[in-house]
């Protein structure tokens, strides 16, 4: 148990939290007592059947999806869980030869380990349409907290390496390359805790299970497994075998024309592997995040 600065209440503490949220007032505040700043959360603005139907239409549009996935896909089960986002306004001052120009950098540091390596260490949520952050509306959505394990110091090493990175980038293309450009100086302008709701749910076709993450408060798909309809394996199969075939053809070729032989025959190889781990594969991932 750890006491809020703010109104005294005993806030329970997960191993490895660093920032805690207390369930009374709200206030977010460092293991140590310290303060972070400006609480923000994101607004559900989706409900998850309505999600849902998003995703299934999007699905639709891919050519493996099955065509009666409408019809099929059930829904199963979800949770909505509200991720912590550490965002820095950074302002810097890159210089070049003969002057300098001053940037304003929004910078986003995932606030928990778990978030990395998943699509959530890209999701980039907006200070637009964020309010203040409500304990209350995190309960009545049913909904899950997840406190952040990298506190505010340790997020703001990675925040001003990433703003270097950014500072440096954003002028590359203008300045043919970043060998003339330097970062004078980088300031943290703003830091800002969001909480930001994102979907997880689950659903069923043909007795299987299948995932998808979608962010609750524009409704974009951020992962999806779908189901890979059986007659496009079939066809991924043949083409895949076609490209041995191909393969084998140009092997025997090889005796008289070596070097396209043995280009082609690479070629041909890559394809025959692609269209064959497509064939085996039931489940298309997809992780990139979408427009819906
Ligand atoms: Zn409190």
């Known amino acids: 148990m750890t006491l809020c600065p703010y109104c005294g209440a005993n806030v329970e503490r997960n191993p490895g939290e660093v920032v805690l949220t207390c369930p009374y007032c709200g206030t977010a505040f460092t293991v140590e007592g310290g303060e972070v700043g400006e609480h923000l959360m ?11 139907e998003n995703f299934k239409s999007w699905a639709l549009r891919m050519p493996e999806t099955p065509n009666d996935f409408l019809e099929k896909a059930l829904f199963k089960s979800y949770e909505v869980r509200f991720y912590p986002f550490w965002v820095f306004v950074f302002q810097a001052r890159v210089s070049y030869a003969g002057g300098y120009e001053d940037l304003t950098l929004p910078v986003h540091v995932p606030g928990h380990t778990s978030m990395l390596g998943t699509p959530l260490e890209k999701l980039r949520p907006t200070l637009g349409g964020k309010v203040f952050y409500s304990h209350r ?78 962010d609750a408060s524009d409704s974009r798909i951020l992962y999806a497994e779908i189901p890979v309809e059986a007659k496009f394996r079939a066809a991924a199969a043949a083409g895949g075998l076609a490209s041995l075939g191909l393969a084998l053809a140009s092997l025997l070729a090889a005796r008289d024309a070596p070097m396209f032989a043995a280009t082609s025959l690479l070629g041909f190889l890559v394809v025959a592997g692609v269209s064959l781990s497509k064939a085996f594969a039931p489940t298309a991932v997809v992780t990139k995040s979408f427009a819906s």
């Open 42 to 52: 994101g607004r559900i603005n989706y409900s998850v059947q309505q999600v849902f």
């Open 137 to 214: 509306y995190v309960v009545n959505a049913g909904a899950k907290l997840v406190n952040p394990d990298v506190g505010p110091e340790d997020a703001e090493k990675k925040a001003v390496e990433q703003a270097g990175e950014m500072a440096l980038e954003s002028l590359s293309i203008r300045f043919g390359g970043r060998a003339r450009l330097r970062v004078e100086s980088l300031a943290v302008s703003e830091r800002k805790l969001v909480h930001h709701p994102v979907i997880h749910a689950t659903y069923t076709y043909s007795g299987r299970e299948y995932k998808f993450m979608a």
